[in-house]
């Protein structure tokens, strides 16, 4: 089991040589050469929208996945997207994101979105939710031991802790966009989960689906952070915070812990890691991580979170149908529409459920 993880700072400093720096010092250059592809998640799906201007923090800044390419020695390099909860055309959000200029600079790449691929082999992996779900589909390339995945994820915390009804997952990051990133949502909304899964079922898919994916010999890659970081002001209203830190790790729960610590978590405290711990998948005693800095980020970082800390809920936790409601203005009406029509059966579906458990 790998326990280190690099820190690495990105404030002024040329972010491809950081970059070629970690890899080189936690031997991923080594698995980037034994691969025969790699496959990038790039959650793009969750970028939020001001004035029709991506907000900082919600999506990965495309000079980190230029990076990649540039130290993948000429592999072939597959950005890839699912659907998530608001955007569905990740065509789109490749183009206007930068991606779609990549794929036209460097030969080796190609972008996809699995929603649009009807020709992609998928894998069914039954989860028990606690709800009558169908097995949940995953690309088959997630499994293929000769690949390598790489795994971005900008640190945010829509879900809280301190958030009354949520208690399962505090932040968004490697592991979540691996798996959920990966999963096809046309046979499960994220609508559905804030209900009743971000407690129990989402923290149990990640780690259910992680299992898979390990137990299938497959390597993946954690990396975490960029420029900018998401604070939230709620849970569907981000504020850029500056971060200008990579956390890197050939082990994505690491790469998720130390995050963790960065944004003034206690991992030890949380659903996840506990479970993480549990299956092995990361040591129970975090102590045992061994954390090599590049640069000062860690420093920075902590000095900030001293003075004011975006990640830490502020005020009165808020309800579900603040949540809700929030989430419906973000986006237009028609897709308004569309949304409540998933929301409405998802919240009766739910509270059948419940009545018949108690």
């Known amino acids: ?12 400093r040329d972010i491809g040589k950081v970059v070629q720096e970690a890899f080189e010092q936690l031997d991923i250059m080594k698995l980037i050469k034994q691969s025969r592809e790699l496959f990038v998640h790039v959650p793009l799906g969750a970028t939020l929208f001001n004035e029709g201007t991506p907000i900082g923090g919600t999506y990965l800044d495309v000079e980190l996945a230029e990076a990649i390419i540039r130290a993948s020695e000429g592999k072939l390099v597959t950005f890839y997207e699912a659907p998530a909860t608001v955007h569905e055309n990740i065509k789109h959000l ?32 039954p989860v028990d939710y606690g709800f009558d779900y169908p097995p949940l589909e995953f690309p088959e390339f997630l499994f293929d031991k000769e ?34 990133g990966s999963a096809l949502f046309r046979k499960k909304n994220l609508i559905h989960l804030a209900f009743h899964d971000i407690g129990l079922g989402l923290k149990d898919f990640v780690i ?39 956390v890197i790790s050939s082990n994505i729960g690491i790469a998720d812990a130390v995050t963790a610590s960065l944004m003034g978590f206690n991992p030890q405290e949380l659903v996840y890691f506990a479970y993480l711990a549990e299956k092995g998948y990361i040591p129970s005693d975090l102590r045992n991580i061994s954390v090599i800095e590049i640069g000062n980020g860690r420093n920075r970082l902590e000095e900030q979170l001293i003075e004011k800390n975006d990640f830490l809920p502020q005020g009165a936790p808020i309800t579900t149908r603040q949540w809700v409601f929030g989430l419906l203005n973000q986006v237009s009406f028609k897709d308004r529409l569309r949304m409540a029509g998933k929301m409405i059966p998802a919240m009766i579906k739910y509270k059948i459920s419940k009545k018949r458990k108690s």
């Not at 994101?97 to 929603?115: I, P």
């Not at 301190?162 to 990051?173: E, I, N, Q």
């Not at 890659?221 to 604070?231: L, P, Q, S, V």
């Open 94 to 125: 490749f183009e206007i994101m930068g991606y779609t200029q990549l794929a036209e600079k460097y030969s080796q790449v190609r972008l996809l979105s699995l929603a649009d691929d009807n020709d992609l082999k998928t894998r069914k992996l």
């Open 208 to 246: 259910d689906g992680l299992g898979q994916i390990r137990k299938a010999g497959v390597t993946c890659i954690g990396i975490n952070g960029g420029r900018f970081a998401g604070g939230m002001i709620d849970q569907v209203k981000v504020h850029p915070v500056d971060w200008n830190v990579l």
């Open 147 to 180: 690949n390598l995945i790489i795994s971005f994820s900008n640190p945010k915390a829509p879900f809280s802790e301190k958030v009354a009804g949520f208690k399962g997952l505090p932040f968004s990051l490697s592991g979540k966009a691996l798996i959920m």
């Open 1 to 12: 089991m790998v326990n280190n993880a690099i820190i690495a700072d990105i404030e002024n």
